[in-house]
């Protein structure tokens, strides 16, 4: 009895599916994300350790005792490094989230003087939506390279796509992280 009851649901489920509508689902709405973190604690607990991990993954030291090279030789190496780029990739998507705030109310910077004001960034982000998101979609595009290359298992591939994702994110502390440099 119970797996003629098994068979009925499987049956009416299939059925269902199968009369279901063929239209995509409808996008997620904005109010469906709950943000927590700010972006501060985005960065400094998924983007800045995974683009460590990228950036430390291939390398070469020369010293007294000779050259040591550095890069993922085993299965379980190129594992490693593409847990990290794969959180790297979808930490950009978790930073476009809004209203997530840049930093918790009240947090100052660490380093006045050399960084912004946290709510000097908050501002120039509101201020401008559509060159945040370009930087989070260009640190997404140099990470894809690295992935790209992780799944390739190819050393210099990663390598060279270090570069890439260093000039995402040196254009994006540049708009909204340094002070302007006042001419001199």
């Known amino acids: 009895m119970r797996i003629l009851s ?3 649901l499987a049956a009416a489920l299939g059925a269902s599916v199968a ?4 239209t995509p689902a409808e996008p997620a709405a904005e109010g469906e994300f ?16 995974s683009a460590d991990v990228l950036w430390e993954s291939v390398s070469t030291t020369i010293d007294r005792t ?9 299965d379980e190496d190129w594992q490693t490094v593409r847990r990290s780029a ?11 989230i809004r209203p997530r705030r840049v930093a918790p109310p009240g947090e100052k910077s660490q380093y006045p003087g050399i960084e912004l004001e946290p709510e000097q960034i908050q501002a120039a982000v509101d201020a401008d939506r559509a060159a945040w ?6 640190l997404h595009d140099a990470a894809m390279v690295a992935l790209k290359a992780i799944d390739a298992k190819n ?3 990663l390598m060279d796509a270090g570069e890439g994702i260093d000039e995402a ?6 708009q909204y992280w340094y002070p302007e440099k006042k001419p001199s």
């Not at 794969?86 to 476009?96: D, I, K, P, Q, S």
């Not at 998101?133 to 260009?138: I, L, P, S, T, W």
Request: glycine residues 6%; proline residues 5%.
């Open 34 to 49: 709950r943000p927590t973190s700010t972006i501060k604690e985005i960065m400094d607990s998924v983007v800045d350790p």
């Open 86 to 96: 794969v959180a790297l990739v979808e930490a950009t998507n978790l930073l476009m």
């Open 19 to 22: 009369c279901g509508s063929t």
């Open 133 to 138: 998101v370009k930087h989070a979609h260009d």
């Open 6 to 8: 098994v068979l009925s």
């Open 155 to 157: 050393v210099k591939g």
């Open 66 to 74: 000779g050259q040591t090279d550095r890069m993922p030789r085993t």
């Open 169 to 174: 994110c040196e254009k994006c502390h540049t």
